[in-house]
T-cell receptor
Framework: GENVEQHPSTLSVQEGDSAVIKCTYS??????FPWYKQELGKGPQLIIDIRSNVGEKKDQRIAVTLNKTAKHFSLHITETQPEDSAVYFCAATVLYNQGGKLIFGQGTELSVKP | EAQVTQNPRYLITVTGKKLTVTCSQNMNHEYMSWYRQDPGLGLRQIYY???????DKGDVPEGYKVSRKEKRNFPLILESPSPNQTSLYFCASSLIAGAYEQYFGPGTRLTVT
């Protein structure tokens, strides 16, 4: 079955710097890769996703890149702000007619220092 | 407001005392799921439900039960809790399984002594 590895487990950056979180997946059939942000005391919330027919997707300060050959995808946050501090989860799934099962990475705790 | 609600938010109990964590969504979603979150292990799926009366095991189902008698509700039942079930639990729902955004509840912090 699918396995998703996420690195690093913790990441500390200065406000204004960029942050990069990387994930690798094992199932070459996976075709949907969402990223979730979990703020303290809350449930995870989808922030961006990418499908396997696209190599990169951007939404303001966040972007996700996908390398299908290497089976890895990354989250990039530019111009980090203190409110970006949270735990980030990557996930992967194989989409089919009835849907798909999300497999999550281990999570990255991002700390942005003012 | 579209949301997933869970109750209780915090629970401390003793080994063997049956408990139920409720989950309800108001978005008419077909798919609902329970996850547990443990440090270094991420989110692991316990059980999921594709629709009313249709449930199936996730990756870590041992020691848990679920039911889906109504579309909006998906309670998690621990018949005989043990300390290794101390964890942070999340209920989630989506239009269909995996393909669309999953909406997570606020979490239930469970401690079993």
């Amino acid at each position: 079955g699918e396995n998703v590895e996420q690195h690093p487990s913790t990441l500390s950056v200065q406000e204004g710097d960029s942050a990069v979180i990387k994930c690798t997946y094992s199932d070459s059939a996976s075709n949907y890769f969402p990223w979730y942000k979990q703020e303290l005391g809350k449930g995870p919330q989808l922030i961006i996703d990418i499908r396997s027919n696209v190599g990169e997707k951007k939404d303001q300060r966040i972007a996700v890149t996908l390398n299908k050959t290497a089976k890895h995808f990354s989250l990039h946050i530019t111009e980090t702000q203190p409110e970006d501090s949270a735990v980030y989860f990557c996930a992967a799934t194989v989409l089919y007619n009835q849907g798909g099962k999300l497999i999550f990475g281990q999570g990255t705790e991002l700390s942005v220092k003012p | 407001e579209a949301q997933v609600t869970q109750n209780p938010r915090y629970l401390i109990t003793v080994t063997g005392k049956k408990l139920t964590v409720t989950c309800s969504q108001n978005m008419n979603h077909e798919y609902m799921s329970w996850y547990r979150q443990d440090p270094g292990l991420g989110l692991r799926q316990i059980y999921y439900s594709m629709n009313v009366e249709v449930t199936d095991k996730g990756d870590v189902p041992e020691g848990y039960k679920v039911s889906r008698k109504e579309k909006r509700n998906f309670p998690l039942i621990l018949e005989s809790p043990s300390p290794n079930q101390t964890s942070l639990y999340f209920c989630a729902s989506s239009l269909i399984a995996g393909a669309y955004e999953q909406y997570f509840g606020p979490g239930t912090r469970l401690t079993v002594t």
